[in-house]
């Protein structure tokens, strides 16, 4: 029974490494076989979904949402969530978007500036009260989504920014393309790149798996948890603010209700792009990955016409109840994959 | 040897060279506690306890569960900070404000439990927060993984560092962690139970670190229940009792039989039980067996009788008893209530035969502590207090009282949060709670952990009337005076199976902890010292 010498052969152990290695890799390739299925099934029934202009159009909007899925899946990861994404990105759409009427002839960079510095200020608000006072952020984000839609709907009134007041050059910022590839997905995929760079391959970033997978453990281990969670709430305020103003570049003509409800497409986003709710596993990348699919499965259905939109957030709840029960699953076959196999001092 | 080199250790890491060097004679101490009291509340767990680890020695920390030596673990880890008592690393007063400040000063502990991180791979787990890097901050993945498996080479073990962590077994979690306690070439080396899950072979390989460690002139505290291992591989050995400090001296010229006249040495809390007649047979246990945890598990339990399951924590006690309520399957075996056997794994089962379970943990398990003291009371009878669905308040409120009074109960209102009670008193809504439904087997785990003195004793009265009234009680405790106490049978549980069963008038601590610790005898134990 104690069979002190059996020692897995080493053929069986390399066979369970592949095994835990694919099944990873699995989680990240599943949204990938998904979306090509997407695609080859919406372009049999409707060719025009592969147009360049459709996908122009795909690859821009989703875009914007994979932006505020980076923070969002950072947050995630720690154990925590952002429910304040949607609201920071409303006021900051509507702030920096007046700024073209407050100041006419502003560079555009620098409303750019503008959004980026609101989601901050929020961000550190945000990352104070849950990691300094240690207030579970599902409450505090839940207040902040309100707060900050209070206010924006107090500054915005009645009235909205026109599209009219805003030069074309910011309005033309979505279309704009290299070889077909809108420039906006191009800095996204850049920054969600570095961002997954960071969560591999420092330490700091790690630290934010670590934090997520055991709370405890992480204490016991001397990890700076109040300024890691702090920082992954800056950063998800920054996202939300700079995705403000190229949404207000997007929508162009923006008041009070503009990025209602956004927030809970991204943690749909983030959570169907494989990061577990409860944190410690999931990569930005996947995030990244689920607003893209997600964007698809809008478009295939407003291009192909074979179910009406308003199909959309059905298909989107049935999809995050396969990629939690999928997560489940493979976590548990994981589990008892390796368990199999016990560790023998000796030979 | 002074190996320096590697990064983390800041603080008091120059000044104290491992070796000898001798200005006077006799070599300093690497870590000194002096006069450390912590108290938990109206609890102390700690009080003026003094320790000097000297490097290139092993020095064995015994003691009964609850004596102190966790908490003292905790205060060299910088996990809780002790309320009195200053503490010297390498010659410097430090204070540790966590556990990170622990590990910069080069204190390494391996907890009890493995704390590792389940979604991280293991040479993750063995290097976080102090990952090998190269170009300035950039982690070298390839060199983590290299690193990690050095050290289970050296530890002469398979573990694949690749791996993640979920699904270790508990002794493989037990090597992550001895791993990352070397990966710190720590100058200081906490091991707290860390035998308690490997096998002799396992333990064997374990006492080659320990030595090694040793050797190259780091300070190891070695914690163990096993007094033979505590001789196999110490040189000196530090006691406690009651969160105080009995014996701290070379090991040398100490026999086992001393050291645990030193552990148990106080005297035995008043034997309120006056035996009296067995009734029927209320619980019978039949080779019942869950892999891995307990096995060959046969007893009865008889109205009007108190019997004990003593052992280690992690004997399996606990697991049993969950087993016979159905919170935990087992594997094959039979549980009988009243001769009638009843559903595996259905605590509802289980509660309409007549037992009541309070569990060890009762923040977590016993009570819902966002309730009012009268709704935890009530909990398990409200088919009685209820009328057609709807719970009678005023029902419930009456109820709680006249339990409340029969229990002795120190509260304000009633319909305060139970959260406002001491813990003595939360244990006796928990009672309550379950007294309420008259059941024919009431299995307590760990009546009164965390409760002062006088609340004790009233626990203690509880149980004993409970018994004389015709209940079968099965009580697990880890403290010895309150098993002898309480118990008229006592079944001694170690490492999954019973292996003494002791009858009230033959019993004594000495013989327990014996059975428990699986020592054929105090004089063979000697001589595995010796040599």
């Known amino acids: 029974m104690s069979g002190a010498a059996d020692m897995a052969p080493a053929s069986d152990l390399a066979s369970r490494r592949r095994l835990v290695d694919f099944v990873l890799r699995a989680r990240t390739f599943g949204i990938v076989a998904v979306l090509a299925l997407l695609v080859l099934v919406a372009t049999l029934i409707q060719a025009r979904f592969l147009d360049k202009a459709n996908v122009s159009f ?15 899946a950072m947050v995630i990861i720690t154990r925590n969530v952002d429910l304040s994404v949607g609201s920071v990105c409303g006021i900051s759409a509507y702030l920096s978007a007046h700024l073209f009427a407050q100041h006419p002839g502003i560079a555009i960079p620098l409303v750019f500036l503008a959004g980026l510095v609101i989601g901050l200020i929020s961000g550190v608000l945000t990352g104070a009260i849950v990691a300094i006072c240690r207030v579970p952020s599902l409450v505090v984000t839940l207040a902040m989504l309100y ?12 009235g909205q920014v026109l599209a009219s007041t805003e030069p074309t050059a910011f309005l033309n910022i979505p279309t704009a393309a290299v070889l077909g590839v809108p420039d906006v997905a191009i800095v996204v995929t850049v920054l969600v790149a570095i961002a997954a760079y960071y969560m591999h391959s420092f330490r700091s970033g790690r630290d934010l798996y670590a934090i997520g997978s055991d709370p405890q453990a ?31 570049s997007e929508y162009a003509t923006i008041d009070s209700t503009a990025a209602n409800g956004l927030e809970l497409q991204i943690v749909a986003a983030v959570v169907i792009g494989g990061v577990a709710i409860f944190g410690g596993s999931g990569s930005v990348v996947g995030a990244a990955l689920g607003a893209l699919l997600l964007q698809a499965i809008n478009s295939a259905l407003n291009v192909t016409g074979v179910l009406p939109t308003t199909w959309t957030e059905g298909i989107t709840g049935f999809l995050m109840l396969v990629a ?15 368990r199999r196999r016990r560790v023998r001092l000796g030979a | ?25 006799d070599q300093g101490p690497i870590l000194s506690l002096r006069n450390a009291t912590k108290a938990f509340g109206a609890v102390h767990a700690l009080e003026d306890v003094s320790l000097d680890l000297r490097g290139g020695e092993v020095h064995a920390l015994v003691g009964e569960n609850g004596a102190g030596k966790s908490t003292l673990v905790k205060i060299i880890g910088g996990v809780h900070q002790p309320d009195r008592g200053t503490l010297t690393i390498g010659g410097r007063d430090v204070v540790l404000a966590g556990p990170g400040d622990a590990r910069d000063a080069g204190v390494a502990i391996i907890y009890q439990e493995p704390t590792l991180f389940p979604d991280l791979s293991v040479a993750e787990n063995v290097f976080i927060g102090r990952q090998p890097v190269h170009g300035g901050r950039r982690i070298d993945h390839g060199a983590m993984q290299s690193r990690a498996r050095a050290l289970f080479e050296s530890l002469g073990v398979h573990v694949d560092p690749d791996r993640v962590a979920r699904g270790l077994s508990i002794a493989e979690q037990q090597i992550v962690e001895i791993a990352k306690a070397l990966s710190l070439d720590a100058k200081v080396v906490v091991m707290d139970e860390p035998t308690a899950a490997l096998s002799a072979h396992e333990v064997a390989r374990l006492f080659g670190v320990v030595d090694s460690l ?30 105080r400090l009995v014996l701290s001296q070379e090991l040398k010229g100490l026999t086992a039989g001393d050291l645990v006249r030193a552990m148990v040495g106080r005297d035995l809390a008043e034997r309120q039980h006056q035996h009296h007649d067995r009734g029927e ?46 919170i935990d399957p087992f594997d094959s075996g039979a549980v009988h209530v009243a001769e009638r056997p009843i559903r595996r794994n259905s605590p509802a089962a289980a509660m309409a035969a007549g037992v009541a379970f309070v569990p060890e943990d009762r923040r977590q398990q016993g009570l819902v502590m966002d309730m009012s003291i009268a709704q935890n009371v009530a909990l398990a009878s409200l088919h009685r207090l209820s009328h057609f669905g709807l719970i009678m308040g005023s029902a419930e409120l009456r109820f709680a009282s006249e339990w409340g009074e029969r229990l002795q109960l120190k509260y304000g209102r009633l319909s305060n949060p139970v959260t406002s009670l001491s813990g003595g008193n939360q244990q006796k809504v928990v009672l309550a709670k379950w007294l309420s439904r008259t059941p024919s087997l009431m299995i307590v785990d760990e009546p009164t952990r965390g409760i002062d003195v006088a609340t004790k004793a009233e626990v203690h009265r509880i149980l004993v009337e409970l018994a004389h009234s015709g209940v079968a009680v099965l009580v697990i405790s880890s403290e010895l005076p309150e098993v002898l106490a309480l118990a008229d049978r006592i079944l001694v549980m170690r490492e999954g199976r019973i292996v003494a069963e002791v009858a009230r008038e033959d019993a004594s601590e000495e013989k327990i902890i014996t059975a428990a610790t699986g020592q054929a005898e105090v004089p063979a134990a000697v001589e595995a010292g010796s040599a």
């Open chain 1, 218 to 248: 992480a204490r016991l281990a001397g990890i700076p948890i109040a300024k890691r969670v702090f920082t992954a709430f800056v950063i998800s305020g920054a996202c939300a603010g700079l995705a403000g103003a190229l949404w207000a």
């Open chain 1, 147 to 158: 707060a900050i839609r209070g206010i924006d709907t107090v500054i915005v009134g009645p």
């Open chain 2, 281 to 326: 047979l209320v619980l019978r246990v039949e080779q019942l067996a869950r892999a891995g945890t307990f096995e060959d598990i046969s007893f009865a339990v008889h109205a009007g009788e108190i019997v004990a399951l003593a052992g280690l924590v992690g004997a399996g006690r606990s697991e049993v008893a969950r087993a016979v309520f159905g």
């Open chain 2, 214 to 243: 040793r050797e190259h002139g780091a300070a190891v505290v070695f914690i163990s229940h096993r007094l033979e291992e505590v001789f196999a591989v110490s040189q000196r050995v530090t006691v406690l009792r009651d969160g």
């Open chain 1, 324 to 338: 939690i029960t999928m997560d489940r699953g493979i976590q548990l076959r994981v589990s008892t994959a390796l």
């Open chain 2, 1 to 25: 040897m002074r190996e320096v080199k590697e990064q983390g250790s800041g603080g008091g890491a120059h000044g104290t060279p491992a070796q000898p060097d001798t200005s006077h004679g």
């Open chain 1, 58 to 72: 795909i690859l821009s909007q989703a875009s914007l949402y994979a932006l505020v899925a980076i923070g969002e």
